[in-house]
């Protein structure tokens, strides 16, 4: 309905700008119009909205399957502070380093340990996120070194708060509320 009243708005306003110009009668410069707009070769109009592509959010689990390797990953490193906590109350430590054991070694182990379970724990999640879910995860070589750089930070936390804190309540209580 509005293309034929726009239509016929148009002619009509052709008609009067007519009439009013050169003269005459406005019925037959409506006819006139009407003439001449059959003439006239319609114009194509076309409408793209510019920066729609990078502005918006990626949805539903390309955008959730991100987020929660970062907050699973970083959660559960974390929380494996409480393993240094319990191996340390009943001397565990001090009974390796009486052995032919050095006390890098030790670090190092716990270390690889937190830093394995954080790289398997992001492995499942990209893994099933792009398998089941369809989720791209972008450059390859970029996401792995960002998960491998995530997966260091997470055991850097997790073996800091594992020092810091006396119970394994406070490491999985007080830690995630501290780092984040």
Known sequence: MRSVL???????????????QVGGNFGSAMIRAGRLAATVPAVAVVSRQAGTRLATLP????YSAPTMLVLFVFLNSLAGSAVI???????MYERMLAGPVRSGAVIAGEALGFVAIALAQAVLIITIGALVFGVSWGDPLAATAL??????????????????????????????????
């Open 6 to 20: 726009a239509r016929y708005a148009g002619q009509a306003q052709a008609a009067r700008f007519a009439t009013e």
């Open 59 to 62: 949805e539903g689990f390309s």
């Open 147 to 180: 998960v491998g750089v995530w997966a260091l930070v997470g055991t850097g936390a997790g073996m800091l708060a594992g020092t810091l804190f006396s119970t394994p309540e406070q490491a999985t209580a007080i830690g995630p509320a501290l780092v984040s």
């Open 85 to 91: 906590i319990a191996n340390r109350r009943p001397g």
